[in-house]
């Protein structure tokens, strides 16, 4: 009798001490707001005795699911914005009012003073420090947004190499859960430690990449991306890849194949920074556009000195495509000449081109050109065999000029490195109206310039009132599964002090037990 009776009160003992365990350990993590309560179910079982049948972990899975996808949307909008900051950084427009707009004003302010003033030494020196000044500041500028560039390509590595470790330790989590439910299932499936394991990896990958999560009946999960990609499902997983070339975020199945998922991954740090990148890449090209329209257009008028090169100063997209206006180019100063060229609004740059060149006295003395131009505009150029031939177009669009600046682009802008020459030969007569042209260049730089300035700024205000709306809607959410799976330290410490009065009761049990088994063996 006495041995039955110590074997149930052993076991309450022990059942009451673990569910005390369970209390403490919630008071623990009181604090924590991913921690899920849990509550020791204790059954009474026929005839006697009491067991510990579950312990009750008080998840809301769903609502957690809905704070994972929102944390994904708030961390793709925190990722852009601090890549966005680096940029804002880069552009002093932002902090100081100066920066790029203070050395194209700069720049085309020589250049006027120079045409006001041809001969005036200190206007040469200026325009030639000035356009240097603008060179090495687009330069530079490229150089910073290039190092930022590659640093997204490091953090990207970082982000996808992150996720491939949670998905392994998440795919493990599954198999240990399958080990401890089979261990636990008569003691109440006490292993609530690998779920709250589990959770944890969930939330952290939540932050990298969105996903959508399915759980079975004893907590394993399987994991896929938004779109439907696995990454865990029983005790496998699916690795991720960077494409760093081409930016892109690749899906590698079983087979070894590789899918582009980049358009399909919508939330995460790695969302937010692949917007960043398109971001960047937007803003370079528009630093890019800038260079190659300063390349383009900017011209010096020369005398016959220092060229025999004619250009047309009106760009066009589509060298085959109608002028629009009609004039008349009038070829001087060569043997069988003056000629006079007629064009109509239906004729088009090659026309002109093709006219001139096919034509037995202009082609014997004159050839004409078409020049792509870096901004991927087109326009005329003509040769003259001798510098002292001269042409006129009615419509006053070609003048013997040279381009201020050679290159393709940012890489290989340059200050022309005849300049030296050219501001020492600038033709005199011409200078007026190439001041004028100089108003429309300026205005062109500045709209260009501003435009990207102005992209970044509104960008940035665009993506901080997204990140504030779903910051607070973030945190709605947490307060309201804190409130669901919190741990309450009141009732938590009235169930602890029931547990601990009826500990204390089949301890005493255990005494008065032994008093009477000393008593029936003193009687014998």
Do not use: C
């Not at 009946?217 to 779109?227: A, L, M, N, S, Y």
């Not at 997983?237 to 975020?249: F, G, P, Q, T, V």
């Not at 081109?353 to 131009?373: E, G, K, R, Y």
């Amino acid at each position: 009798m006495f041995g039955a009776t110590f074997g149930i009160v052993a076991q309450g003992l022990e059942i009451f001490r673990k569910s005390a365990d369970i209390r403490n350990r919630n008071i623990l993590n009181a604090n924590n707001p991913d921690y899920a309560q849990e509550d020791p179910l204790v059954k009474s079982f026929a005839p006697v005795g009491i067991r510990l049948e579950d312990i009750l972990r008080t998840q809301n899975f769903y609502y957690t699911s809905v704070r994972n996808q929102k944390l994904s949307v708030v961390s793709s909008l925190d990722t852009t914005i601090k890549g966005g900051s680096q940029v804002e950084d880069l552009f002093q427009e932002f902090t100081q009012g100066l920066g790029g707009s203070e050395y194209i004003n700069q720049f085309f302010t020589a250049y006027q003073n120079l045409m006001k003033e041809p001969t005036n030494e200190g206007a040469r020196s200026e325009l030639i420090n000035s356009a240097q000044s603008l060179v090495s500041y687009l330069k530079d500028r490229k150089k910073d947004m290039d190092r930022i560039m590659a640093g997204t390509d490091y953090d990207m590595r970082q982000y996808i190499n992150k996720i491939n470790t949670l998905t392994r330790k998440i795919a493990q989590i599954n198999q240990e859960i399958l080990v401890g439910y089979a261990q636990t299932y008569a003691r109440g499936k006490d292993y609530k430690n690998l779920l709250d394991e589990r959770d944890s990896y969930l939330k952290e990958l939540s932050e990298l990449i969105n996903i959508r999560v399915q759980e079975d009946e004893i907590g394993r999960v399987r994991v896929e991306t938004d779109k439907g990609f696995a990454l865990v499902e029983d005790r496998y997983n699916w690795e991720l890849k960077y494409d760093s070339a081409n930016k892109r975020i690749l899906w590698k199945s079983k087979d070894g194949s590789e899918v582009d998922i980049s358009s399909l991954i919508s939330g995460g740090r790695v969302r937010g920074l692949l917007d960043f990148q398109s971001d960047l890449s937007g803003y370079m090209n528009q630093l890019e556009t800038l260079a190659k329209r300063l390349i383009s257009d900017i011209k010096l008028p020369l005398n016959s000195q220092a060229t025999s090169n004619w250009y047309w100063f009106k760009n066009v997209s589509d060298p085959n495509a109608p002028l629009g206006f009609s004039g008349s180019i009038t070829f001087s100063g060569f043997p069988g000449g003056p000629i006079t060229l007629s064009y109509s609004g239906t004729d088009s740059l090659n026309d002109l081109i093709n006219a001139i060149n096919t034509d037995p006295t202009l082609s014997a003395n004159f050839t004409a050109s078409l020049i792509t131009n870096p901004d991927g505009t087109y326009t005329m150029s003509i040769t003259a065999n001798d510098p002292s031939y001269t042409i006129e177009d009615s419509n006053n669009l070609i003048h013997r000029s040279e381009p201020l600046f050679v290159g393709n682009g940012i890489s290989d802008m340059a200050i022309n490195p005849n300049i030296n020459l050219y501001i020492q030969n600038l033709d005199y007569e011409k200078v007026d109206e190439f001041i004028d042209f100089s108003r429309g260049w300026w205005e062109g730089s500045k709209s260009i310039y501003n435009g990207l300035v102005d992209n970044i700024a509104s960008r940035q205000k665009d993506l901080k009132t997204k990140y504030d709306i779903e910051s607070a809607l973030l945190s709605s959410i947490n307060a309201k599964l804190q409130e669901m799976q919190g741990v309450s330290v009141d009732n938590e410490f009235i169930e602890l002090m029931k547990l601990q009065r009826s500990y204390e009761a089949l301890a005493r049990v255990v005494n008065t037990m032994d008093e009477m088994l000393q008593s029936t063996l003193n009687m014998v």
